[in-house]
């Protein structure tokens, strides 16, 4: 990279991911500069962040707080809603949208930046989980770079430079395995959400947190894997590594195995997906591998975490099925954060939904946008 000035938009810019990229921009003010912010509900840090890195314009979701970002911020163009969300994503004058959204209601963002040709940094692995095929499609047409921001999509693709993809034997996806990794299965349904919220490894979101306790985040990174590097599910394993430091790791034909290695925070990813080719200097906490002494290793328990399982099934069935397995997951996670259901009603919960859906071979765009709402719908009457 030269030292020409990205401009960057960060939907969801109050988030875990969002806050991270903005530090990111923060220590590389010639290099970035940001263009438009979204908020969902955090009216006040919305506000904060806009004093700070003075972009365009700004979006809050919740309609309620428009005043208030309109009155504190004069000369800031405000959008309001889901309606100022998508005008956001679709705007062209920008290099890069990074997509930090929280669950199915990043994938029409996504889209939307797409057709307007700008890059996207994807932290929201929903969208290619709800519409891999359809998204790929829109990728070639418009001849936009889809750069990952997952920890372990951002491994792969570190792992996978200068390879050819005819070497590829598979690819290893690793996770901590959250914090119920041995727990036994008898006790999955005394957990609280308490105990489900708290992660060994890494700082998140609330709804990517309970993904990681019932391990459902690592079936929907496996179907971003397999939309992100072309590879059929055959060819992506799971493994489970509690220490977090190795984020993925790639074999290839001939037994070499190439893995990265970091410290589980998301702002090297996150920094990754600007800066990619360079790995620009920062310093923050560095790997001491001497220091964490053992790095280990064991397989995913596929009867314990069901929501594995699910994932896999539905890659397998594809069409309609990832799109309610996504949306249903979404469902039952609010509805377990809420006190709503048990742990374990989560995979049943969505087990019913994906049999009760009428299946789609290829869902269009329009198809996914009504199963997602005929999901939400079925999930809170069962
Ligand atoms: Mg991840």
């Known amino acids: ?90 705007r062209d004058d920008v290099d890069t949208m990074l997509n930090g959204l929280v669950g199915s209601a990043g994938m029409e963002p996504t889209i939307k930046s797409i057709q307007a040709g700008v890059d996207i940094a994807l932290s929201n692995k929903e969208s290619l989980v ?108 799971i493994v489970v590594h509690p220490q977090s430091i190795i984020h993925s790791m790639v074999e290839f034909l001939d037994g070499s195995v190439k893995a990265q290695l970091g410290i589980p925070d998301m702002k090297i990813p996150i920094q990754y997906a600007l800066s990619y080719p360079r790995h620009l200097k920062q310093d923050w906490e560095q790997l001491d591998l001497a220091k964490i002494g053992t790095l280990t290793f064991e397989e995913p328990d596929l009867k314990k975490f069901k929501c594995i399982q699910l994932a896999f099934d539905a890659l397998e069935q594809g069409g309609s099925v990832p799109v309610v397995l996504n949306v249903a997951n979404e469902e039952a996670v609010y509805r377990f954060l809420d006190g709503e259901i048990s742990f374990n009603a989560i995979p049943e919960l969505i087990i019913k939904a994906i049999d009760a859906h009428d299946f789609l071979e290829h869902p269009n765009l329009d198809d996914i946008l009504a199963l997602e709402q005929w999901t939400q719908a079925f999930m809170k009457r069962s």
């Open 1 to 90: 990279m030269g030292s020409k000035t990205k401009f960057i938009s960060v939907l969801g810019a109050t988030g875990s991911i969002g806050v991270n990229a903005l530090n990111v921009v923060r220590s590389y003010p010639d290099l970035y500069r940001l263009k438009y912010l979204s908020a969902h509900s955090q009216a006040d840090l919305l506000i904060e962040q806009a004093l700070e890195f003075s972009p365009s314009a700004v979006s809050i979701g919740d309609a309620d707080q428009y005043d208030k970002v309109k009155n504190a911020l004069p000369g800031v163009e405000v959008l309001k809603g889901r309606a100022g969300l998508l005008e956001l994503a679709a």
């Open 130 to 237: 709800m519409a891999g095929d359809f998204i790929n499609g829109l990728l070639k047409e418009h001849k936009v770079n889809l750069y990952p921001v997952d920890s372990e999509h951002s491994a792969i693709w570190q792992c996978l430079t200068g390879e050819s993809s005819q070497d590829i034997k598979r690819l290893i996806v690793t996770g901590s395995g959250g914090p119920f990794r041995t727990l036994p299965a008898e006790s999955f349904d005394n957990i609280t959400v308490a105990q489900a919220l708290k992660h060994p490894n890494w700082a998140m979101g609330r709804k990517i947190t309970i993904d990681s306790a019932t391990m459902m985040n690592k079936g929907l990174e496996v179907i971003e894997a397999r939309w992100l590097f072309h590879l059929p599910a055959e060819k992506i394993d």
